[in-house]
């Protein structure tokens, strides 16, 4: 259990788009406690989106707009397709699955504290 597993990033030019995967291989879990997180060199961490507990999605400022937050629901993969892609959203990019406790599910999907299980991070670097 616990085991998340991000993949899909990479080097790209301003304005170029990336889509980034999530799996969790455990799928035992929350449907509504899924999110991507981000953390640049010298900034805390922050968030991008997350699913609400109505199911849809919440996006930080910065990505509305230019990121989308999706589901395969067979396999329960998480997505996070980037586009517009500036030379400040270079970081490393997290995905959070399961809620850390069973009110979770109703918490601020925008809140890394909602999530019980982090990745390892994949690299975004965009250059201008």
């Known amino acids: 259990q616990g085991q998340v597993m991000e993949s899909g990033g990479g080097s790209v030019e301003s304005g170029g788009s990336l889509k980034l995967t999530c799996d969790y291989p455990p799928r035992v879990y929350n449907t509504f406690c899924q999110g991507w997180f981000r953390q640049a060199p010298g900034k805390e961490r922050e968030a991008v989106a997350g699913?609400?507990?109505?199911?849809?999605?919440r996006y930080a400022d910065f990505a509305k707009g230019r990121f989308i937050l999706s589901q395969e629901n067979v396999r329960k993969i998480l997505y996070l397709e980037m586009r517009a892609l500036r030379p400040d959203d270079t970081a490393i990019y997290y995905c959070?699955?399961?809620?850390?406790?069973?009110?979770?599910?109703?918490?601020?999907?925008?809140?890394?504290?909602?999530?019980?299980?982090w990745g390892q991070g994949t690299q975004v670097t965009v250059s201008s």
């Open positions: 959070a699955r399961e809620c850390v406790d069973k009110d979770g599910w109703n918490a601020d999907p925008l809140s890394p504290g909602r999530y019980q299980y």
């Open positions: 699913v609400a507990g109505d199911g849809l999605p």
